[in-house]
């Protein structure tokens, strides 16, 4: 093991503050995998609940493991060497089981890297019987885990806090023959194995089947917990390498009862859990007494929490600074501004999604310009000095006349923000950050196609050129072919999984991937998909009726008979 790398983990351990140290005797290793950097992984609230959930089992002994920098990628080939756990230093072959945490499509490509630079098989079918057990969660593993099924002993479909539980029992009960514990663990609700099922193309090269065998249920049912307050959701591993690593994160609950259209995470997590105001209360005084100084609120929506108002004031009773990381423009209040403006919140954010009424009521957004103006308004009169708004492009039915409305829209809300707040103090940045529509699983738009990188691109000149000459607005966006890759991934089927593995060999550079790849991404992004049409994901059940989302779909079609596109 290189010496450098080695105290670059250890100097990452001196910083933080709750880290778990556990003796690995007799214990269940269990190694949690975020693939991605330290950074970004550690300011993941699921990622270090479960790390503090298993390691509150006695049985196990629970370690952090993260995608390496790219220069420490170079020295583990260089020295031969493999990548660790933070916590030991121990190579992932040591563990009885790896458990890949996937939030995001784009990091599928980070976990086969990893495995290949730990000497572990790709392939669940070319395993050998002293190869770790490789699983994945997180929401990746319930929207459309096909991509990466190949590659997955075990999936876990769903919210992982009782799952995780049951997971373990299940391992150490068997007797450690690899088949036979698959075969319990497929029994279990919530648990995926993809090995344990057969998968049928269509003639014109669509899905036709996905047959169980071996016993494993037709349908995969997603968990969900039933009692919320049972599991305390809150961020315990504090580091400043981390985004949020100065505040102390806090699930209010679970799930959003918007509906929007094109919310993977307001359709799954449903049904609507709120922590009851109790539970946080105790949560909160807890923190407060640990030291913390501010609190960062985390759900779905966290300004539609039916206590709110209550709980900034619990909050603020304790002492503690609080910070809310997106608000619903129709459901911001005089006390609720004041409450961040008093917490030291220098930037508020909300999300429009699109510059006009009818294409927000076509997602099912239905924020109205006078809102956005009124949320401006509060921002000044309490003297938040940055205002952040979020805004997609490539939504179905969108016309150039929608594109146009961003900056239009910009140069009405500075209209508003460009007043002095009561101290005199001017307004500081309006930024628009610009995302491109993937159509998800799960959501009304699903059967939505992708618009494409070349149009999404000419959309983001629209939007730049229109906002130029405003020298207090900046504008963030992604790469259109970045969002074409996740549109890939979040749609593909397991057939999709040989360009991963090609990325992963190219040691992520996907575009070189994408060139020698002898699938056609066109078919899995920009083609429409026809009501009837077998879905990768069909056989899972995440709580959401495919009924259900075909009226919503139609709904959002009937909202006006334009077709998507720039003309």
């Known amino acids: 093991m290189s010496w450098h790398l080695k105290e670059k983990a250890q100097a990452l351990l001196a910083e933080e503050q709750g880290t778990v140290r556990k003796d690995w005797g007799g214990r269940v290793a269990f190694g949690l995998v975020y693939p991605n950097s330290y950074a970004v992984g550690m300011s993941n609230l699921g990622f270090q609940t479960i790390y503090r959930h298993l390691n509150a089992l006695p049985g196990v002994v629970c370690e952090r493991v993260f995608l390496p920098d790219p220069e420490d990628v170079t020295e583990l080939r260089r020295t031969g060497g493999v990548p660790f756990s933070l916590e030991s230093q121990r190579p992932l072959t040591d563990f009885h089981m790896l458990g890949f945490s996937v939030t995001y499509e784009g990091d599928y490509i980070n ?6 630079l730990a000497g572990i098989p790709l392939r669940a079918a070319m395993r050998r019987p002293h190869d770790p057990l490789v699983l994945m969660g997180g929401v990746c593993a319930f929207s459309n885990p096909e991509p990466m099924a190949p590659f997955m002993d075990v999936i876990a479909v769903g919210e992982g806090e009782e799952l995780v539980v049951e997971l373990i029992e299940r391992y150490r009960g068997g007797d ?44 995969v049912t997603k968990r969900r917990l039933k009692n919320v307050n049972a599991f305390e959701t809150i961020a315990t591993v504090k580091t400043p390498s981390a985004e949020y690593g100065h505040m102390a994160l806090l699930e209010v609950g679970k799930g959003c009862g918007r509906g929007c259209r094109f919310c993977l995470e307001g359709q799954v997590y449903r ?95 239905a924020i109205t310009d006078e809102q956005i103006v009124a949320a401006c308004d509060l921002v000044r009169a309490h003297g938040i000095p940055n205002l952040k ?18 900056p239009a829209l910009a140069e009405l809300m500075l209209e508003r923000l460009r007043v002095p707040d009561p101290s005199g103090k001017p307004f500081g940045r309006l930024t628009l950050s610009i995302s491109s529509f993937v159509p998800k ?44 890759l996740q549109a890939l991934l979040a749609r593909g089927d397991r057939r999709v999984a040989d360009f991963l ?67």
């Open 176 to 219: 450690g023959d690899r088949e036979t514990l698959l075969d319990a663990l497929a029994a279990v609700e919530g648990i995926y194995v993809p090995e344990r099922y057969a998968v049928a193309w269509a003639p014109g090269g669509g899905l036709a089947a996905v047959t169980p065998r071996a016993g494993a249920p037709a349908i």
């Open 441 to 484: 699983p799960w959501t009304p738009f699903q059967w939505a196609p992708f618009d494409g990188a070349a149009s999404l691109q000419t959309k983001l000149e629209i939007v730049k050129r229109g906002v130029r000459r405003f020298a207090n607005v900046r504008v963030l966006h992604e790469n259109p072919r970045e969002a074409a």
């Open 501 to 567: 593995e090609l990325a992963a060999s190219f040691d992520g550079d996907w575009r070189r991937a994408l060139r020698e790849w002898e699938g056609d991404p066109d078919f899995y992004t920009t083609r429409p998909r026809s009501i009837d049409e077998p879905l990768p994901w069909d056989h899972f059940d995440v709580g959401v009726k495919k009924a259900g989302l075909l009226r919503e779909w139609e709904r959002a079609q009937a909202e006006t008979p334009v077709t998507a596109g720039v003309p």
């Open 271 to 365: 049904p609507v859990r709120h922590r009851s105001l109790d539970a946080l209360r105790e949560t909160v005084a807890q923190l407060a007494k640990s030291g913390e100084t501010r609190i960062g609120l985390v759900g779905a929506c966290v300004s539609d929490y039916p206590w709110i108002g209550d709980l900034l004031k619990i909050v603020e009773e304790n002492g503690l600074e609080v910070s809310i990381s997106s608000i619903r423009a129709d459901s911001l209040t005089d006390g609720l501004v004041e409450a961040l403006a008093r917490g030291g919140h220098r930037t508020l954010t909300v999300a429009p999604e699109a510059g006009t009424e009818r294409l927000r009521r076509v997602i099912r957004k």
């Open 111 to 116: 976990v086969l890297r990893l495995l290949t």
């Open 389 to 406: 708004t979020y805004f997609m492009i490539g939504q179905p039915t969108e016309t150039r006349e929608d594109v146009e409305a961003i």
